[in-house]
């Protein structure tokens, strides 16, 4: 069964304390993106990563940290410098992020709520 | 930077009934996509258009690329429930997939 899986759905957590969402993919996709999704709003990149070991910053990518030390995984790190973190945060991923056709595959999401 | 726009926000339709709805980008696009996300769920792949003036059908869905690959329109005709949900596209510049804030439709049976 291939997709992406991000864990937990929901998650609550204190202000001040950072908080990591996971991402993993088994479709052997090259590059994982992470957005945020706010009421009202389009989706926001938050950073993307085209290869191991390497990732780069999006359009907010503030208040936020990512590492990508294998192909299947991309954990977002929500830290507590990010001033307005509840949000619908959406993991995806692409075959290939430099081609023509590079439709976005999306994980189920992980809401968080800041308390 | 890019920016895409989206209208209208919300579109309510009465069962049977078609409308549409419009992106506009800044900038030219390399690709434009339409994602669709049903409530409580996530964006899920419909279609890419790539040539000026492109048009693509899918059953009730019909997909416009602008001849200055600046603007796409997405055309449903004869609305039914399972159309709910929120339409976003999204443009591809310089290999940066920009989202529009989407079109959410709902459906008056």
């Known amino acids: 069964d291939g997709g992406i899986t991000q864990s937990p759905k929901y998650l609550f957590r204190k202000e001040g304390q950072n908080v990591t969402l996971s991402c993993e993919q088994n479709l052997n996709h090259d590059a994982m993106y992470w957005y945020r999704q706010d009421p009202g709003q389009g989706l926001r990149l938050i950073y993307y990563s085209q290869i191991v070991n390497d990732f780069q910053k999006g359009d907010i990518a503030e208040g936020y940290s990512v590492s990508r030390e294998k192909k299947e995984s991309f954990p977002l790190t929500v830290t507590s410098a990010q001033k307005n973190p509840t949000a619908f945060y959406l993991c995806?991923?692409?075959?290939?992020?430099?081609?023509?056709?590079?439709?976005?595959?999306f994980g189920p999401g992980t809401r968080l709520t800041v308390l | 930077g890019q920016q895409v726009m989206q209208i209208p926000q919300y579109q309510h339709v009465q069962e049977g009934e078609d409308f549409t709805t419009y992106c506009n980008s800044s900038?030219?696009?390399?690709?434009i996509q339409w994602y669709k996300q049903r409530p409580g769920g996530h964006p899920v792949f419909l279609i890419q258009l790539v040539k000026s003036g492109e048009v693509k059908k899918q059953k009730r869905l019909t997909f416009q690329f602008g001849e200055a690959k600046k603007n796409s329109s997405l055309h449903i005709t004869a609305t039914q429930t399972t159309d709910v949900g929120t339409y976003f596209c999204a443009g591809l510049n310089d290999y940066k997939l920009s989202f529009g804030a989407g079109t959410t439709v709902t459906v008056r049976a």
């Open positions: 900038t030219t696009l390399s690709n």
């Open positions: 995806a991923s692409s075959i290939e992020r430099r081609t023509a056709y590079n439709e976005q595959f």
